[in-house]
Nanobody
Framework: QVQLVESGGGLVQSGDPLRLSCTSS????????MAWYRQAPGKQRELVAV???????DYAESTLGRFRMYRDDGERTWYLQMVRLMPEDTAVYYC??????????WGQGTLVRVGS
């Protein structure tokens, strides 16, 4: 069973940066894609960023230029670097992965709260 463990959430002020981490119990090369989702209070879960092993990374329009997803294969970890955070970025952030057998895995979620 693959485990994804997130860390890095917290309370920050508008304009601050924050970095989230997602560490996998399995090598990142076994995943077809890795992603970050978020769910704000009263809203549906939405895709924030997705990175495919083919080499492409896509971002939600609302995060373009502010969020960057990258990986460290040696640490079996991928990251979401966020800058210029805004109150509307407040949400529980989840990491997600799919392997080549199309099995899907989720982290436990980490809360990011941005004060105005």
């Amino acid at each position: 069973q693959v485990q994804l463990v997130e860390s890095g959430g917290g309370l920050v002020q508008s304009g601050d940066p924050l970095r989230l981490s997602c560490t996998s119990s399995r090598a990142l090369s076994t995943f077809r894609l890795m992603a970050w989702y978020r769910q704000a209070p009263g809203k549906q879960r939405e895709l924030v960023a997705v990175s495919r092993n083919a080499g492409t990374t896509d971002y939600a329009e609302s995060t373009l230029g502010r969020f960057r997803m990258y990986r460290d294969d040696g640490e079996r970890t991928w990251y979401l670097q966020m800058v210029r955070l805004m109150p509307e970025d407040t949400a529980v952030y989840y990491c997600h992965a799919q392997d080549y057998a199309t099995q899907a895995y989720w982290g436990q979620g980490t809360l990011v709260r941005v004060g105005s």
